[in-house]
């Protein structure tokens, strides 16, 4: 991609269905850099097998002595003019018969020599020495190895809050390990993980991946793994996270508003723990059918969420820990009254979604 104003950037899809990976605005050959690193790393980009370019004899070499005019045709139309070398015989006066060639330059020798592309690199399955117990900030979490074998992804084990502290239920924690890393300088990847019905379990909080790829198999196994799907993928600093993951609402208005979107899944609507909002509908109408994907729409005013639209999205399940949602703010524009001279305006069943447009259209006007 170019923009005239911040250069190029170059964007690689290292994996089928993997996140894409994209350099920062730069110079053309500083995004080049970037780009072989990438392939070093994970040798994504397919390379051609060698060239061998067979010799010709010097009979089929030397076809003609003339300037032969020739045209290169592109797709039916003329793309280049050439001209055959005017190759010279031997003089003939002289009956010397050459039987070795003379001894090429040496520079100009590496240059004709045809490099061979080194083979794929084998990753061999490595034996690794997980510690009983790593450090999370201020506390101390049991180390859980996964027993895998795969070579991208053996690093990856299980965490669990210890000492007299009960691990969040909300929360998997999982650490790709390596003993010399500094895992807590990079970034830490937040999974919100549905069940298979679409339902939030918990969220992921992945730790130590050195790359956006490396995120994507991880999180890749352990959806499989526990026959879950995501979401959203997000990320964000260790260091903002370190003090907030253990109670709820930090973690959750860090992952709201602080996480940087990695990826999401079509028609994504976040996910809000069921503890904070107040579940009694407000305004009473007649909603039209939900699932597990239909969000719920809800106002805030003050310290209180309210439901606007959302009774049967709830009544789905009672023990869900979390909703897909719409947040609206309570202001001058937009109150409760608005809200039911809309409704009243409104054909029933409503549909979610053509509430939260009307109210929108409302606002706006």
């Given at each position: 991609?170019?923009?005239?104003?911040?250069?190029?950037?170059?964007?690689?899809?290292?994996?089928p269905q993997a996140p894409a990976l994209h350099s920062q605005w730069a110079e053309l050959q500083h995004c080049y850099i970037w780009l072989l690193q990438q392939q070093q790393q994970f040798s994504c980009l397919q390379q051609d097998p060698p060239l061998i370019v067979p010799a010709l004899s010097?009979?089929?070499a030397e076809t003609s002595c003339n300037s032969v005019e020739t045209t290169k045709y592109h797709r039916g139309r003329p793309r280049a003019r050439i001209h055959t070398l005017e190759l010279r015989r031997p003089d003939e006066s002289?009956?010397?018969?050459?039987?070795?060639?003379?001894?090429?330059?040496?520079?100009?020798?590496?240059?004709?020599t045809i490099t061979k592309i080194p083979q794929e690199q084998i990753t061999v399955s490595e034996l690794i020495q997980f510690p009983a117990q790593i450090q999370l900030g201020e506390l101390n979490?049991?180390?859980?190895?996964?027993?895998?074998?795969?070579?991208?992804?053996?690093?990856?084990?299980?965490?669990?809050?210890?000492?007299?502290?009960e691990h969040p239920a909300y929360l998997d924690i999982a650490l790709y390990?390596?003993?010399?890393?500094?895992?807590?300088?990079?970034?830490?990847?937040?999974?919100?993980?549905?069940?298979?019905?679409?339902?939030?379990?918990?969220?992921?909080?992945?730790?130590?991946?050195?790359?956006?790829?490396?995120?994507?198999?991880c999180?890749?196994?352990?959806?499989?793994?526990?026959?879950?799907q995501a979401a959203a993928i997000k990320s964000l600093a260790w260091s903002?996270?370190?003090?907030?993951?253990?109670?709820?609402?930090?973690?959750?208005?860090?992952?709201?508003?602080?996480?940087?979107?990695?990826?999401?899944?079509?028609?994504?609507?976040?996910?809000?723990?069921?503890?904070?909002?107040?579940?009694?509908?407000?305004?009473?109408?007649?909603?039209?059918?939900?699932?597990f994907s239909t969000p719920v729409l809800l106002l805030q005013e003050h310290q209180k969420i309210r439901v606007i639209h959302g009774?049967?999205?709830?009544?789905?399940?009672?023990?869900?820990?979390?909703y897909p949602y719409i947040l609206l703010q309570r202001d001058k524009q937009l109150n409760w009254q608005n809200i039911h001279n809309i409704i009243l305006t409104m054909p029933q069943p409503i549909r979610v979604l053509e509430l939260y447009r009307e109210v929108q259209a409302q606002m706006i006007e």
């Open positions: 991609m170019h923009h005239p104003e911040r250069g190029w950037q170059i964007w690689l899809m290292p994996a010097l009979n089929e002289t009956n010397q018969i050459l039987t070795e060639p003379k001894e090429l330059n040496p520079q100009l020798k590496a240059e004709m979490a049991h180390v859980y190895p996964l027993g895998l074998e795969e070579t991208n992804i053996q690093r990856l084990c299980a965490l669990e809050v210890t000492e007299n502290i390990y390596a003993a010399e890393d500094n895992w807590q300088a990079r970034q830490v990847y937040l999974v919100e993980q549905l069940n298979l019905q679409g339902q939030f379990v918990k969220y992921l909080m992945l730790l130590g991946v050195p790359s956006q790829l490396q995120a994507h198999y999180i890749q196994h352990w959806l499989s793994h526990h026959q879950r903002v996270i370190s003090i907030r993951f253990m109670q709820l609402e930090l973690f959750s208005t860090a992952y709201l508003q602080q996480a940087e979107t990695v990826w999401t899944k079509p028609d994504y609507h976040p996910f809000i723990p069921a503890q904070f909002i107040q579940k009694q509908k407000f305004i009473s109408f007649k909603e039209a059918a939900a699932n009774e049967k999205r709830i009544s789905l399940a009672e023990d869900e820990l979390a």
